[in-house]
């Protein structure tokens, strides 16, 4: 069966301090990934999808990046946080259906 | 660009009573319809879809919800809630246009049941 992981599970950053959140998808082969960001009150929003390996589409300007460097590895990463990037970060994967996503990271940036 | 509308962002229930959850979206073409469920410390997980066929769609833990086209709408229910139903209830909408990102979500509304 598919599995999917996200490390950390929580993290706390300083201002202007880099970024780097991981995602891994198990038990199947050129899924489409997705990094959400679910603030309160305002749903899931999509900030990247990568449809293959080195691929990757970005859905709001931001002062976030993601990359793809193997099938079932997506990253998302910052060169200098700011507070605004503080919230839940979410990874999806999917084969064409529903998304399925993983138990997200908490970021705090102070 | 769709949008998907929750409107009720808070719903506080008692045990044993009824549930409806609104959602409408605005798009004129095909659509996937989807609804998400978090419980509290827990991954979002699918609660059930609607893809094409029978409009009333049943999913898990005895929730239904039905794709009314002309309204837009895919209104989440369930006759009689329990305690274990307090979650946050998301929406979402995939558009097919081919891509992969095409899928919105609502901004989500949170159900707490009453023992």
């Known amino acids: 069966s598919q599995t999917i992981h996200q490390w950390p599970a929580t993290l706390v950053q300083p201002v202007g301090s880099p970024l780097s959140l991981e995602c891994t998808v198990e038990g199947t082969s050129n899924p489409n990934l997705y990094w959400y960001r679910q603030a309160a009150g305002r749903g899931l929003q999509l900030l990247f999808y990568s449809v293959g390996i080195g691929q990757i589409s970005s859905e709001v300007p931001q002062n976030l990046s993601a990359s793809r460097p193997q099938d079932r590895q997506f990253i998302l990463s910052s060169k200098k946080l700011l507070l605004s990037d503080s919230g839940f970060y979410l990874c999806a994967w999917s084969s064409g259906g529903e998304q399925f996503f993983g138990p997200g990271t908490r970021l705090t940036v102070l | 660009a769709q949008s998907v509308s929750q409107h009720n962002h808070h719903v506080i229930l008692s045990e044993a009573a009824s549930l409806e959850l609104g959602c409408n979206y605005s798009?004129?073409?095909?659509?996937?319809l989807f609804w998400y469920v978090q419980y509290p410390g827990q991954h979002l997980q699918l609660l059930l879809k609607y893809f094409s066929g029978d409009p009333l769609v049943k999913g898990i833990k005895g929730f239904e919800a039905e794709f009314i086209k002309s309204k837009f709408s895919f209104n989440l229910r369930k006759p009689s809630v329990q305690w274990s139903d307090t979650a946050e209830y998301f929406c979402?909408?995939?558009?097919?246009?081919?891509?992969?990102?095409?899928?919105?979500f609502g901004s989500g509304t949170q159900l707490t049941v009453l023992p």
């Open positions: 798009y004129g073409g095909t659509v996937n």
């Open positions: 979402a909408v995939r558009t097919w246009a081919g891509s992969a990102r095409q899928l919105t």
